[in-house]
């Protein structure tokens, strides 16, 4: 699998939904949205990233969760994204000051 299909794949079980309802969801026609999101996640097919956006946002993931190198990066994104505005801030502010130049 690639790492999208894995982040895919484990973000469309831990919401409880299968293959086809995402795919649903995400806009895919019923005929094939079974087969297609099956693809994505064994990374045979890659979603376009409007496809993919789609997905996040019924998953309640940003796009950039899907594509991150490794699982550290992953976390950080999707717990950013989950931050109010104001705390995001704060926490590129501190980010910042530990960054190393």
Request: charged share 30%.
């Amino acid at each position: 699998m690639s790492v999208l299909g894995d982040r895919l794949k484990e973000a469309r079980l831990k919401s409880g939904l299968s293959q086809e309802q995402l795919g649903l969801q995400a806009g895919l026609e019923v005929e094939s949205a079974s087969a297609r999101m099956n693809r994505y996640e064994r990374g045979t097919r890659v979603p376009g990233v409007e496809l993919m956006e789609r997905i996040g946002s019924v998953l309640g993931l940003p796009l950039t969760y899907f594509y991150a190198p490794n699982e550290d990066e992953a976390r950080l994104v999707v717990l950013f994204h989950r931050i109010q505005q104001d705390d995001k801030r704060k926490l590129l502010q501190f980010a910042e000051e530990l960054a190393v130049p």
